[in-house]
């Protein structure tokens, strides 16, 4: 499971969400189109043709952003003499990473010269928006796999999770379950558990992994038929509460078992025919990471409520604003009712989140740094009352 949930780790997290009774009910069902074939597909390049203002701020997003291909813009690893090198622990062993003519390269470097040896690979793929951080591909053959070094924000160059310091491995496979949330499509081949097609692949979540297959819709419009009963397009707005969890459990529920080949699932499915999560003690712990359905599930103000992610959340937009979202919790919650509003008054209304939702250490990603343990934030979607963020925060 640990290897399986290597990328998520640096994937921008901004799809759960949450508050009670603020969620539209559902007007109307939307059926998936389950099995659809490729070439039912259109790209954001057409949705942007009708759709360009949203299309271009949904570009912005963690989510579109969660995959993409190397370029200055998309590293975010400093490739300057001097700032381009890791060191390990070994003193005969560093990283260095290099760009040439366009692209962009990892190398291990033991030993010295002119003895040294070196083992250089090249950035295919890079994964995270960099909000926390990134990690990068490689391709041996057609099999992809994970390198060495990753980039995190509050340190820069890292060793990547799962790899050990002081050592030049370069053997981590990336499987399907990790693409399937850090990408719109790729193709596996059957060769191995972390072979793909090294073309036609889709990076970054585009707007058909959550609206399905766009090509009857856009063809509906192109011939002036107009929307009609039917739009050929789905709405996750107007599924069931049970199917918009669906939708972002995919991603946001844990990386549970696969029922279904991986990028198989369209949005309104149910999503357990896909795959199958374990089913949890109530009381067993909930890692901050990878769990956020479930910790949202064991809030107050789920169960008795109609909130949904979308409920706080929309994905089309970035949203980093702790004020916006507190207004979100002020629609069911009056800010005088909180337990630090007699010493703190109406301005904890600022900031609900911090205290209710805290940023939290994830136990699933952890990476060596000079022989520490460093493990990155996450916000729980627990939302409940911590005494210590309270004191922190205030």
Known sequence: MYRRSLLAAWLAIASLGSLCGQAAKPVKTEKATPNASREDYVGDGVCQSCHQAKVESFHRTGHYLTSRMPSRESILGNFSPGENVLKTWNPELY????????????????????????????IALVFGSGGKGQTYSY?????????????????????????????????????????????????????????????????????????????????????KRGAGAETGILNPAH?????????????????????????????????DK???????????????????????????????????????????LEQHDLAGFSQKCLGCHKVEACGMFASRGK????????????????????????????KPEVRNHWIKVYPEATRSVH
Request: overall charge negative; charged content about 25%; hydrophobic content about 30%.
């Open 274 to 316: 896909y795959i199958a999560f374990p089913r949890l003690d109530p009381n067993a712990p909930l890692d901050v990471h990878g769990s956020q359905i479930e910790t949202l599930k064991r809030s107050r103000c789920f169960a008795p409520s109609t909130m949904t992610c979308e409920t706080c959340h929309d994905v089309h």
């Open 95 to 122: 990283f260095r990473m290099e760009e040439k003519d366009g692209e962009f390269y990892q190398t291990a470097v033991e030993g010295e010269a002119p003895a040294e040896n070196l083992r250089r690979e090249r």
């Open 139 to 223: 391709w041996r053959g057609d099999e992809m796999f994970q390198l060495p070094v990753s980039y995190w924000r509050r340190l820069g160059w890292v060793n990547s999770p799962g790899y050990e310091d002081g050592v030049a491995n370069f053997g981590r496979p990336i499987p399907p379950r990790c693409l399937e949330c850090h990408g719109t499509y790729f193709e596996a081949v059957a060769a191995s558990e972390n072979a793909y097609k090294k073309t036609g692949f889709v990076v970054g979540i585009e707007c058909e992994r959550c609206h399905g297959p766009g090509r009857a819709h856009s063809e509906r419009y192109a011939s």
């Open 347 to 374: 301005r904890i209304a600022a900031n609900c989140i911090d205290c209710h939702m805290p940023m939290q250490e994830t136990n699933l990603i952890v990476f060596d740094e000079n022989g520490k343990k460093e």
């Open 239 to 271: 599924f069931s509460r049970e199917r918009q969890l669906d939708l972002c459990a995919l991603c946001h529920g844990g990386v549970g078992k696969p029922l279904q080949p991986s990028f198989s699932y369209v949005a309104g499915e149910a999503l």
